[in-house]
């Protein structure tokens, strides 16, 4: 090594214990070799490498192991072998590319691995698998509607060559259901992970991983459709059964399901909780993945929420910014995950009384929205109502319900005239009525939604309590007998909450009208 090293053949690196050859040298040598034995040598090579690669991609304490290994797969033209170990190998490099957040780098070489292994057999189990990882990959980088049409197409195919019940065909169902969600097709990918969970049990058991990731899709559908507490119920089964206890590898996999069973609590109104709970997802996170990873920057994201509606104002808005700012450095500005910290952002702005700040933010917004998921998309809508919110503030009360009709009526065509999205809009347009003095008008939109609200989430769900609010008010302005009622039972339900210094409690004993903003979930 020496000698090798004083004639500047190679350049060896004790400390690292790697050696690298000049690419002259490199030349050099394949020259000197005859084809049989450069493929000989090239298959030693591919060998080795997938011998040496750990066969567990979303274990963090491997990554080291594979990013040693990742510069070796373009020079020794590991996209060339047909050997089904090197291929697992590649397809194993793709996954840890992607479980550390370097989506690009993953795009580029399943890409590449797809083009060369469709020469030979277009519909090959590997060639099929590589499409999962791709669809995967183009999921989380926000590309949705390519997704949508390459889960579809892959999924015909995987059924076809592997059959209705194999493990290939049960994940690419999975990630079909993950396209429906971010079409807004809420309750499509509802129905369809409802029954993919009990084929997984079924065939798999009710803790196989497979089975616990369809039943946390299952979980996030819950939360779309309005269905809170099945939500966290499930959230919280899968939690338990993926913790870090039970389960050491994944990080990634773990701090998901640490910060949906977090959101869960805080949209089954416990809020302090839901602090507690995400504050220890992000330490999580921060520790294992790192403070940029994408799922330590989702996890941030949902507890500045929490924060923000238990009160915590400074704390909630320091996150939203820096979460946002870091989103917006990994993906860009129009990437669905960068637009909801946007959101939030404004959504804190408001909450401070920071309105023309607020109000700048959301407009952009709704300008963005379109861009990524089209005009009619729930999210899309449900962001309009944030906008309108700020047009009453600021003094258009005409120009907010003229927003929040229209919002509404297409999230009612959308969702149903049930769903959340569109009760939150009913409440924010009851508020626009009564800002023009339609009071009458205001309190039987209030009585149907209030109904509506207590029905679906319970007489203590803070989008109930906040209804009730604005509805004792209007009660009282057209003189109804029971609008004192329904102001004691409200600050009864809210005096907890106030001595917590919760806004919409702050904001009832004041005497104000309660906002109800739009977050965009998870799909």
């Given at each position: 090594m020496k000698e090798l090293s004083r004639y500047a053949l190679i350049r060896s690196d004790p400390e690292s214990r790697t050696i690298q050859v000049h690419r002259l040298i490199q030349a050099l040598l394949r020259n000197d070799l005859d084809e049989k034995r450069q493929g000989e040598l090239r298959r030693e090579v591919h060998q080795l490498l997938a011998g040496s690669a750990p066969k567990t991609p979303d274990d963090n304490s491997k990554w080291r192991d594979f990013a040693d290994l990742v510069p070796h797969v373009g020079p020794s033209e590991v996209v060339g072998s047909a050997d089904p170990e090197v291929r697992e190998f590649a397809l194993n490099v793709v996954r840890y590319l992607y479980a550390s957040a370097n989506y690009k780098s993953a795009l580029e070489l399943i890409e590449v691995f797809i083009d060369e292994w469709s020469k030979t057999e277009e519909n090959h189990p590997h060639v099929l698998r590589a499409r999962r990882h791709q669809a995967n990959i183009l999921r989380r980088m926000g590309e949705y509607d390519k997704v949508y049409e390459l889960d579809r197409d892959t999924l015909e195919k995987v059924r076809t060559e592997f059959g209705p019940e194999h493990q290939e065909t049960l994940i690419a169902t999975n990630g079909l259901g993950g396209?429906?969600?971010?079409?807004?097709?809420?309750?499509?990918?509802?129905?369809?992970?409802?029954?993919?969970?009990?084929?997984?049990?079924?065939?798999?058991?009710?803790?196989?991983?497979?089975?616990?990731?369809?039943?946390?899709?299952?979980?996030?559908?819950?939360?779309?459709?309005?269905?809170?507490?099945?939500?966290?119920?499930?959230?919280?089964?899968?939690?338990?059964?993926?913790?870090?206890?039970?389960?050491?590898?994944?990080?990634?996999?773990?701090?998901?399901?640490?910060?949906?069973?977090?959101?869960?609590?805080?949209?089954?109104?416990?809020?302090?909780?839901?602090?507690?709970?995400?504050?220890?997802?992000?330490?999580?996170?921060?520790?294992?993945?790192?403070?940029?990873h994408w799922a330590t920057l989702i996890t941030a994201k949902d507890l500045s929420i929490a924060q923000r509606r238990?009160?915590?104002?400074?704390?909630?808005?320091?996150?939203a910014h820096d979460t946002h700012t870091r989103l917006t450095r990994l993906f860009g500005t129009t990437h669905p995950d960068t637009v909801a910290a946007a959101v939030?952002?404004?959504?804190?702005?408001?909450?401070?009384?920071?309105?023309?700040?607020?109000?700048?933010?959301?407009?952009?917004?709704?300008?963005?929205?379109?861009?990524?998921?089209?005009?009619?998309?729930?999210?899309?809508?449900?962001?309009?109502?944030?906008l309108a919110i700020l047009h009453r503030l600021l003094g258009n009360p005409e120009l907010a319900r003229t927003v929040n009709e229209g919002s509404r009526r297409g999230l009612i065509n959308r969702l149903g005239p049930a769903h959340h999205y569109v009760l939150?809009?009913?409440?924010?347009?009851?508020?626009?009525?009564?800002?023009?003095?339609?009071?009458?008008?205001?309190?039987?939109?209030?009585?149907?939604?209030?109904?509506?609200?207590?029905?679906k989430f319970g007489h203590d769900h803070f989008l109930t309590i906040s209804c009730a609010a604005n509805l004792a008010l209007d009660r009282a302005a057209v003189g109804a007998p029971d609008a004192e009622e329904l102001r004691l039972d409200t600050a009864e339900r809210y005096r907890e909450r106030l001595d917590l210094g919760q806004p919409d409690a702050v904001t009832a004993a004041s005497g104000t009208r309660i906002d109800c903003d739009f977050d965009p979930l998870p799909i």
């Open positions: 396209s429906l969600r971010a079409r807004g097709e809420f309750r499509a990918a509802l129905e369809l992970d409802e029954e993919l969970v009990r084929t997984h049990e079924r065939l798999l058991g009710e803790d196989n991983v497979l089975t616990l990731r369809a039943k946390n899709s299952l979980a996030l559908d819950y939360a779309l459709n309005s269905k809170y507490r099945q939500a966290r119920r499930l959230h919280t089964e899968v939690y338990l059964a993926q913790s870090e206890a039970t389960n050491p590898t994944g990080f990634e996999i773990v701090l998901l399901s640490w910060n949906s069973m977090a959101r869960s609590v805080r949209l089954t109104s416990d809020l302090e909780e839901a602090c507690d709970t995400g504050e220890a997802a992000l330490a999580f996170g921060v520790q294992k993945l790192s403070k940029d238990a009160g915590a104002l400074d704390e909630a808005l320091d996150n939030n952002v404004s959504n804190v702005l408001r909450v401070r009384g920071e309105l023309a700040d607020a109000f700048e933010l959301a407009a952009e917004m709704t300008r963005t929205y379109p861009l990524v998921f089209g005009n009619d998309h729930p999210f899309t809508l449900a962001c309009q109502s944030n939150s809009c009913s409440v924010n347009l009851q508020s626009d009525l009564a800002a023009l003095g339609e009071f009458e008008q205001a309190r039987q939109l209030g009585e149907q939604t209030y109904v509506q609200l207590a029905d």
